[in-house]
């Protein structure tokens, strides 16, 4: 079986588990509170004396502090209340009032008891207790008619699942990572340096970068046009709306702040000139790293061949052995993609999903249409290349910039598609691709705009045509400072939020299902890495030839399958 099956299979595999073992899951008991925004918690000791009401204590705001993600806390569910609640329309319904819950005492929570209220309360507790308490539910009255009830329960055994599971997946991730520093600073100097003339490079830069903004500005638009035309915020309901707020709003606010750590468009510039380049190789900032690599092979070019060389023939070497990691790595991918998929799809949960279904089909519409338009017409007719077997050409990179929801983490898989399969010559790969990993993201760009309107929409704020063109200004040089990581987007579309005034509370809204469409947008981000890599190739005169399922199969030394079987060699040091 193909290695590309067996990771399809894996993320089929880790989709299922998910669904029906996840925390979300409808088949398992729902047995526990997980609760993000846990200070918003109305606690009681005893259920019928209000005098013994607290809350946990809140956060420390230390201004300039990073924002960290919330430490989610689990509650388990001894019994519930319920109790008869009247809404807006006078109609009854019944309710959870009241749990009584077991609260772990974490860390956290007596780090932040600055004034001992919370020791006194619960009798001193040390780090591990765990206290029975009454949680009193918070009912959010609808004017459509009634109540949204938090927090929601979910199953403590999918939670543990798909925690155990993480590991797994967290390895696979670290291991491909650990290839793209040290891949990307050797094939970018051996590209450069094989180059050897300045002028080629500058002109072959300014192409890329070109046509890397050229297509995301036409994703945004796309994005834009898209969610004009399916208007997504006029199906979801205030229930709806409010559910989503309570249920993501602590984890919007570290979004938002994130946001609002994020530098300027001329520090985001300057911040590419490194100003310790092993501080970049160290950090793994990748504008810094490929800046230093250029000039560094660049560099070389004017040391006179004898001089030059060994560096070349060394970086040489480190790439190719960094190549034949990938490959083993890619063994274990099919487990590694099982445990990823399964904690997506366990943790989004099928009522996020429904809700907000019709705003994932414009995303995912969206991402269709500029696949099929905008790369269709870049791979047919810049690059002159079959669409089909480009398509299958890139493959491999997109199932892992799928299933890992990282442009980075399927960098060293695109190098080897756009080398291998689709022939594209070292030095243009070498340099086209890991550029487009860090500053080319239509999928991403298209998804702001997408949010954008959706947002708007929601909150009922018309959008004039300035606003809209600046959403696609700021999402295009958004998408040029995202790290190509899981969830980068979102942090950019806080700050695109921002600049044309629609609020970014919004982001709680459509944080559910995030994660989720991060991995068709990753997958979109890759395909477009390829699509210009294939056609900056073709005008740099590279022979360009898909390699046939055939060949794959029968070389040893081209390829994604058995190019391990080529056999190892002892190595004698001179
Ligand atoms: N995960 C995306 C990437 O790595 C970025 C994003 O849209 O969040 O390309």
């Given at each position: 079986m193909q290695v590309y099956t067996k990771i399809l299979i894996g993320m089929l595999v880790g989709a299922i588990v998910g669904l029906?073992?996840?925390?979300?899951?409808?088949?398992?008991?729902?047995?526990?509170?997980?609760?993000?925004?846990?200070?918003?918690?109305?606690?009681?000791?005893?259920?019928?004396?209000?005098?013994?009401?607290?809350?946990?204590?809140?956060?420390?705001?230390?201004?300039g502090a990073k924002p960290t993600a919330p430490k989610p806390l689990r509650l388990k569910i001894v019994e519930t209340r319920d109790a008869e609640f009247t809404d807006a329309k006078g109609e009854t319904s019944t309710l959870t009032a009241w749990s009584k819950v077991q609260m772990p005492i974490t860390h956290q929570m007596l780090l932040r008891d600055k004034d001992g209220a919370l020791a006194e309360r619960l009798g001193n507790p040390v780090v591990g207790d765990e206290v029975t308490v009454w949680v009193k539910h918070q009912h959010t009255e609808l004017e459509s008619g009634g109540h949204t009830v938090w927090?929601?329960?979910?199953?403590?055994?999918?939670?543990?699942?798909?925690?155990?599971?993480?590991?797994?997946?967290?390895?696979?991730?670290?291991?491909?990572?650990?290839?793209?520093?040290?891949?990307?600073?050797?094939?970018?100097?051996?590209?450069?340096?094989?180059?050897?003339d300045i002028r080629k490079l500058g002109r072959m830069g300014l192409r890329t970068l070109g046509l890397y903004m050229g297509t995301t500005a036409a994703a945004v638009s796309i994005g834009l046009a898209v969610a004009h035309l399916i208007n997504p915020g006029s199906f979801i309901d205030e229930r709806s709306r409010v559910a989503l707020q309570a249920q993501f709003e602590g984890a919007a606010g570290s979004t938002a702040d994130a946001a609002a750590e994020a530098p300027s468009t001329v520090e985001n510039l300057l911040n590419i000139i490194p100003g310790n380049p092993a501080e970049s190789l160290v950090t793994g900032d990748m504008l810094q790293v490929i800046f230093f690599a250029v000039l560094f092979g660049v560099a070389l070019t004017f040391l006179d061949n004898k001089n030059g060389q060994p560096v070349v023939t060394l970086m040489d070497r480190v790439q190719n052995a960094m190549v034949v990691i990938i490959h083993i790595v890619m063994k274990i991918a099919p487990y590694g993609v099982a445990a990823l998929v399964a904690e997506v799809v366990g943790t989004s949960g099928f009522s996020v999903l429904k809700g907000l279904f019709v705003y994932g089909l414009a995303v995912l519409i969206g991402l269709a249409l500029h696949g099929a338009i905008v790369y269709g017409l870049i791979v047919k007719y810049l690059a002159k290349l079959p669409i089909l077997g480009f398509l299958r050409a890139a493959r491999p990179a997109q199932l892992i910039a799928f299933s890992t929801s990282s442009s980075s983490a399927a960098l060293p898989v695109s190098m080897e598609c756009a080398e291998e399969n689709l022939g594209v010559s070292n030095p243009v790969a070498s340099f086209v691709i890991p550029l487009g990993s860090t500053v080319n993201m239509d999928g991403t760009a298209l998804y702001q705009g997408v949010a954008a309107i959706f947002i708007a929409q929601v909150f009922q704020m018309d959008l004039s045509v300035g606003d809209q063109i600046g959403i696609v200004a700021t999402a295009t040089m958004a998408s040029i400072g995202a790290a190509g990581v899981p969830g980068a987007g979102m942090v950019t579309l806080a700050m695109v939020l921002t600049a044309s005034g629609i609020p970014t509370v919004g982001v709680a809204l459509i944080l559910g299902m995030d994660r989720l469409l991060d991995m068709f947008r990753t997958g979109l981000n890759v395909t477009g890495d390829l699509a210009v890599t294939a056609a900056m190739a073709r005008s740099e005169g590279d022979d360009l030839k898909i390699l046939t399922k055939q060949e794959d199969k029968r070389d040893t030394k081209r390829g994604f399958e058995k190019r391990l079987d080529g056999g190892q060699e002892p190595i004698e040091p001179e």
């Open positions: 029906t073992l996840g925390p979300n899951s409808s088949l398992l008991e729902a047995d526990i509170y997980k609760v993000t925004s846990w200070e918003r918690l109305d606690l009681q000791l005893d259920k019928d004396d209000p005098s013994t009401a607290f809350s946990l204590p809140p956060k420390p705001s230390k201004p927090p929601i329960p979910i199953s403590g055994f999918g939670d543990t699942l798909v925690s155990w599971m993480k590991p797994v997946g967290d390895a696979f991730m670290r291991l491909i990572k650990m290839v793209i520093v040290p891949l990307v600073f050797a094939s970018l100097l051996v590209g450069v340096a094989s180059l050897g």
